[in-house]
């Protein structure tokens, strides 16, 4: 059994979605425990698993006892086992959070959510755990699926049109991506990660493998939202509904990211993506672009959920430009932005989450005189916008402070300039949330929401396991921030620099 | 190349009755809708083939023996089409059968399997009615049956694991069945295949079932 | 020039499936049904899944089934590998046809959606309609 845990990580929700598709016809009232006792499973095995990484190195699993290449295998090292903590937690979280928020959105067919919910953290497992290539595509496309079905229960009147959107432009990604790997399957003639690894120096000069880079990446960039490839982020993060939204939009980007940082350093390799392609400083300037162009987009919303979708437009940017500059201190920086990042996200959405259930509109003009009514969600906002801006000790200063490090190391100007630039906007943007919550209106003297000067202030906060959630991760904010330095040191690290050498 | 489907990518394969149970339970989600239609109903007088219309959707004509509900596009003249479908579709059903069964020596397999027996079904709302075939093959029959396939295929592979084996490696099953271990692969990618089968049907069916109705179940094509 | 018709006569099927490819992806840009948008996106996928197939073929080579013998005899007799076809690409392209049909599932009930919102399938249509919520 203790070997199994690889396998187990995966199965543990895969099995609780087929329970609680079965139980629904039964009995409603089961579904949504049992979906928690999934998502504990995946937490269990998660920690399990670190445990056993940091003691004994890499672990390698083969499925149906067949040895690579002929079979599947499932590798964990260090890269991916922060990962399994984080997206098993973050799913777990949220699900805890989101019982209260499915109800309202989608009285009948909680059960039906719920199983989708679990296919697609499944789908995210599988896509952290396994060392296939194609294992990795069809892990992908059952990510996506429960992805489009998720974001399209929103707004009834734009959130079909925004899941079609979003269903055309995944295709053509995932499309990309197994072109990619079709192309790595003709030029070395396996499909394991590590096998085609070692056969790539060998024909490393064709052009076949540099269009198979090419292709893989771009289709791992449709797919996290890479400006210009992210036309269908903000809308589709901005009309679904909360319970989905608060698991997709921080998750499914960054493991993109993942598989991005996965191909480049394991796959093909330090030196090849490096020194035989040379596309590095195009890429560090589109990913300059990106993070330019996010701040400025958000900048321009009024909207609290767009701003909070181009917000995560502008992140990819720092991960994908940290992940090119080519040296240690870039990698080891998008690697710790890719867990920060996550959190901070999730925090952000768990607090747009309260706000829409306790008051159903996200205009930043109408937010005014939130922070008498709700004190502990805006206490949480606070919290995860200092992390946006990188103030310490919250995580998100530390790994922009690898980011910055990398740049300068690699005079990457237009990228610490990019950097700068947009910690300055996201100080605005939360700000400017703040300012509106904070600060009513001086014309609602005898507000009819919230009284302020000289009533009592209403409390009309979320209920508590909404609030108990924001705090957990709120908490998990600062201390990730301070343990950031033994988890590079342990964990990062030794990847980073194996992968690198 | 069964053998390579079920047993060297096993995990793949399963994953790829997950995508399709996903696909179902998506189309479940996005589609189904529990608002009964307010246009009101139409029904036929048997004997003498006059068709009256009802709006309010309440209320049923007396003497409701004589008369049969039928849908809003419903043509004359198809009982050819219904003789000749009762009589086809218990051979489409075996030949199904066969087809999973056979995976192993000729072309076919759980999915292509799954996939024929799911289309007699459709033949049968088609022919028929959709009511008619829901009333064979009732929701909850094809949402347990969709789960069903899928346990099937993961618990022969969560066996595995308690036999002391790797996920899905069917060679650990022996211990429990009485057959030597090579032929075991056989029979435990038999096994998965009927899992395979049995989703992929009901997957079909619902996915035709929910989409040709808008959610609504009441009438199909 | 005779070598850039080389080229195309000896690699004919890349051309064809990367001119099936386009033919999908300017279906899915610039027609304005959401349904042919979708049959598009249907042609790029099946472009794909045929230039995967077609790589696992050999000249003179047939489908990978031992047909001499049955059972226990035939898995005995060593068997070359040249004669038979690679059945790992058609493997692995049967999981894509069921991912693109599942997407295309899940694809197709969002456009019922759509249309039991809008009452049309015309995106320009659907655009003006929004701008009008």
């Known amino acids: 059994m203790n070997a199994n845990y690889p396998a187990l990580i995966v199965l543990s929700p895969l099995l609780a979605a087929f329970l609680v598709a079965a139980l629904d016809w039964v009995d409603r009232r089961w579904c949504y425990p049992v979906a928690l006792i999934g998502l504990g499973g995946a937490v269990y095995s998660s920690g399990h698993l670190f445990f056993q990484v940091m003691r004994s190195g890499t672990i390698a699993y083969q499925l149906g006892g067949w040895p690579p290449p002929m079979g599947i295998e499932l590798r964990i090292d260090f890269l991916n086992?922060?990962?399994?903590?984080?997206?098993?937690?973050?799913?777990?979280?949220?699900?805890?959070?989101?019982?209260?928020?499915?109800?309202?959105?989608?009285?009948?067919?909680?059960?039906?959510?719920?199983?989708?919910?679990?296919?697609f953290v499944t789908g995210l497992l599988g896509v952290l755990v396994t060392?296939?290539?194609?294992?990795?595509?069809?892990?992908?496309?059952?990510?996506?699926?429960?992805?489009?079905?998720?974001?399209?229960?929103?707004?009834?009147?734009?959130?079909?049109?925004?899941?079609?959107?979003?269903?055309?432009?995944?295709?053509?990604?995932?499309?990309?991506?197994?072109?990619?790997?079709?192309?790595?399957?003709?030029?070395?003639?396996?499909?394991?990660?590590?096998?085609?690894?070692?056969?790539?120096?060998?024909?490393?000069?064709?052009?076949?493998?540099?269009?198979?880079?090419?292709?893989?990446?771009?289709?791992?960039?449709?797919?996290?939202?890479?400006?210009?490839?992210?036309?269908?982020?903000?809308?589709?993060?901005?009309?679904?509904?909360?319970?989905?939204?608060?698991?997709?939009?921080p998750l499914m980007t960054k493991v993109m990211v993942y598989v991005m940082i996965r191909l480049m350093l394991t796959v093909f390799g330090f030196h090849y993506v490096f020194e035989q392609l040379d596309v590095q400083n195009w890429i560090v300037g589109l990913g300059s672009v990106a993070i330019i162009a996010g701040a400025l987009m958000a900048l321009a919303q009024t909207d609290l959920k767009k701003m909070l979708a181009y917000i995560i437009v502008c992140e990819i940017g720092y991960m994908v430009g940290g992940a090119w500059v080519g040296n240690v201190q870039g990698m080891v920086g998008a690697v710790l932005h890719i867990i920060n990042d996550g959190l901070m996200t999730f925090a952000l959405f768990l607090v747009l989450g309260n706000i829409v259930y306790v008051q159903g509109k996200t205009k930043i003009s109408e937010l005014d005189g939130i922070f008498a009514s709700m004190p502990w969600t805006m206490a949480g906002f606070v919290l995860a916008g200092l992390s946006i801006i990188g103030v310490p000790p919250t995580c998100g200063f530390f790994s922009k402070w690898y980011l910055l490090l990398g740049g300068i190391q690699a005079g990457a100007w237009f990228f610490v300039i990019a950097l700068v630039f947009s910690s300055l906007i996201s100080a605005i943007l939360v700000f400017r949330v703040?300012?509106?919550?904070?600060f009513s209106s001086a014309q609602e003297v005898h507000g009819h929401h919230g009284g302020h000067a000289g009533h009592v202030a209403i409390l009309q906060?979320?209920?508590?396991?909404?609030?108990?959630?924001?705090?957990?991760?709120?908490?998990?904010?600062?201390?990730?921030?301070?343990w950031s330095g033994s988890i590079v040191q342990q964990v990062i690290l030794p990847f980073v620099q194996q992968g690198m050498s | 190349?069964?053998?390579?489907?079920?047993?060297?990518?096993?995990?793949?394969?399963?994953?790829?009755?997950?995508?399709?149970?996903?696909?179902?339970?998506?189309?479940?989600?996005?589609?189904?809708?529990?608002?009964?239609?307010?246009?009101?109903?139409?029904?036929?007088?048997?004997?003498?083939?006059?068709?009256?219309?009802?709006?309010?959707?309440?209320?049923?004509?007396?003497?409701?023996r004589e008369f049969e509900l039928i849908d809003n596009i419903w043509v004359p003249h198809d009982l050819i089409i219904k003789t000749v479908c009762r009589i086809l579709i218990p051979f489409i059903q075996i030949f199904s059968l066969y087809v999973v069964m056979h995976g192993d020596f000729s072309p076919g397999g759980g999915f292509q399997g799954g996939v024929i027996f799911g289309a007699s079904l459709i033949l049968l709302a088609i022919s028929f009615d959709l009511r008619t075939a829901l009333q064979l093959v009732s929701e909850k029959t094809l949402g347990m049956l969709c789960a069903l396939g899928v346990v099937i295929y993961s618990g022969i592979g969560c066996l595995c694991i308690m036999l002391s084996g790797n996920f899905l490696d069917y060679g650990t099953l022996s211990q429990i069945l009485p057959v030597d271990p090579n032929h075991i692969r056989a029979l435990g990618m038999l096994g998965v295949e009927i899992g395979v089968g049995i989703t992929v049907m009901a997957v079909m069916v619902v996915l035709y079932i929910n989409i040709a109705s808008e959610g609504r179940h009441h009438q199909g094509l | 020039m005779p070598d850039l018709l080389n080229e195309i006569v000896h690699k004919y099927n890349y051309w064809l499936y990367i001119i099936l490819m386009m033919i999908g992806l300017y279906a899915m840009i610039s027609k304005n049904n959401l349904i042919k948008k979708l049959v598009g996106m249907n042609i790029f996928q099946t472009a794909i899944i045929l230039f995967f197939i077609s790589i696992g073929y050999k000249e003179d080579a047939t489908i990978p089934i031992i047909v001499s013998g049955h059972g226990g005899d035939a898995a005995h007799q060593a068997i070359q590998a040249a004669n038979y076809i690679n059945p790992l690409p058609h493997v692995l392209m049967l999981t894509a046809i069921v991912v693109s049909v599942a997407t295309l599932g899940v694809a197709l009930a969002l456009v019922v959606m759509i249309y039991q919102r809008y009452q049309t399938l015309e995106e320009d249509e659907i655009r003006m309609r929004v701008k009008q919520l």
């Open chain 1, 81 to 119: 086992v922060l990962l399994l903590i984080l997206v098993s937690l973050v799913a777990l979280v949220n699900m805890v959070a989101s019982k209260k928020s499915i109800h309202q959105e989608m009285p009948i067919k909680e059960g039906t959510f719920c199983t989708i919910y679990l296919l």
């Open chain 1, 131 to 249: 060392g296939d290539l194609f294992n990795l595509y069809v892990l992908l496309e059952i990510t996506s699926l429960a992805s489009y079905a998720l974001l399209a229960m929103g707004n009834p009147d734009r959130a079909p049109l925004a899941s079609l959107n979003y269903v055309y432009l995944g295709v053509i990604g995932a499309s990309f991506y197994l072109l990619g790997v079709g192309y790595l399957y003709i030029m070395t003639g396996s499909l394991n990660m590590l096998d085609v690894a070692s056969l790539l120096p060998q024909i490393s000069g064709s052009t076949a493998v540099s269009v198979a880079f090419i292709f893989c990446l771009v289709g791992v960039w449709i797919k996290m939202g890479l400006f210009p490839l992210h036309t269908w982020l903000p809308n589709a993060y901005s009309y679904a509904p909360v319970a989905a939204n608060r698991v997709i939009a």
């Open chain 1, 434 to 438: 703040v300012e509106t919550a904070f």
């Open chain 1, 461 to 482: 906060e979320a209920p508590i396991t909404m609030l108990a959630s924001l705090g957990i991760v709120g908490i998990g904010l600062i201390a990730v921030g301070i």
């Open chain 2, 1 to 64: 190349m069964t053998a390579v489907l079920a047993d060297y990518r096993g995990y793949d394969t399963m994953f790829e009755t997950v995508v399709i149970f996903a696909a179902g339970l998506a189309c479940i989600l996005l589609l189904r809708t529990y608002i009964q239609r307010t246009r009101g109903r139409e029904y036929r007088h048997i004997p003498t083939g006059i068709i009256i219309h009802i709006q309010d959707p309440n209320k049923a004509p007396k003497g409701l």
